[in-house]
Antibody, heavy 123, light 107 residues
Framework: QVQLVESGGGVVQPGKSLSLSCAVSGFTLSSYGMHWVRQAPGKGLEWVAVVWYDGSNKYYADSVKGRLTISRDISKNTLYLQMSSLRAEDTAVYYC????????????????WGKGTTVTVSS | ETVMTQSPATLPVSLGERATLSCGASQSVSSDLAWYQQKPGQAPRLLIYGASTRATGIPARFSGSGSGTEFTLTISSLQSEDFAVYYCQQYNSWPQTFGHGTKVEIK
């Protein structure tokens, strides 16, 4: 059964760092591109980052470029989002999600989503 | 950036009625459009991709149409489990962008 489980969220002060994880089961990260998407409280969805199925490319939304880093550990079948220099506007539920195109460049929509982990940036 | 505009923001509908949700793009996105359903406290769920193709396991009462800049999601006969927020997303141009959502609520 395909499943994505995020963890690592919490309350963090502005300017600090936090690392999110997304444990994947039912498929291998080496076959699918993966995305992070976030949702601020009471707001809509915002795409954050993508890593290609082979790890060859990583792209970011302008709002997070240089501060958030997407990565993965194939041996652990886990996706990560390293967050640094956090701002109040980074407060959101962070979802990891699978791109549906296996072994190819991402389609950039998402067919499987995790339940999300909440990040609150506040002093 | 392609701006996605959804209307209405809130749609009151009675059980068994048809619901029609609209999504407009500020420039053509061809048929590169997806629809998602999100219930409170839950992750989004893919309903439609390619503007009109239902995702795996999605009931036939959900249908999508349109191309270019105008798109529609239709729920033919609303069931109790369909009350939720619906988002459209274009993935034709960088960056991929979402609409602000339409909340389908009980009339």
């Amino acid at each position: 059964q395909v499943q994505l489980v995020e963890s690592g969220g919490g309350v963090v002060q502005p300017g600090k760092s936090l690392s999110l994880s997304c444990a994947v089961s039912g498929f291998t990260l080496s076959s699918y591109g993966m995305h992070w998407v976030r949702q601020a409280p009471g707001k809509g969805l915002e795409w954050v980052a993508v890593v290609w199925y082979d790890g060859s490319n990583k792209y970011y939304a302008d709002s997070v470029k240089g501060r958030l880093t997407i990565s993965r550990d194939i041996s652990k079948n886990t996706l990560y989002l390293q967050m640094s220099s956090l701002r109040a506007e980074d407060t959101a539920v962070y979802y990891c999600a699978r791109d549906p195109n296996a072994l190819g460049s991402p389609y950039y929509y998402m067919d499987v989503w995790g339940k999300g982990t909440t990040v609150t940036v506040s002093s | 950036e392609t701006v996605m505009t959804q209307s209405p923001a809130t749609l009151p509908v009675s059980l068994g009625e048809r619901a029609t949700l609209s999504c407009g793009a500020s420039q053509s996105v061809s048929s590169d459009l997806a629809w998602y359903q999100q219930k409170p406290g839950q992750a989004p769920r893919l309903l439609i991709y390619g503007a009109s193709t239902r995702a795996t396991g999605i009931p036939a009462r959900f249908s999508g149409s349109g191309s270019g800049t105008e798109f529609t999601l239709t729920i033919s006969s609303l069931q109790s489990e369909d009350f939720a927020v619906y988002y459209c997303q274009q993935y034709n141009s960088w960056p991929q962008t979402f609409g602000h959502g339409t909340k389908v609520e009980i009339k």
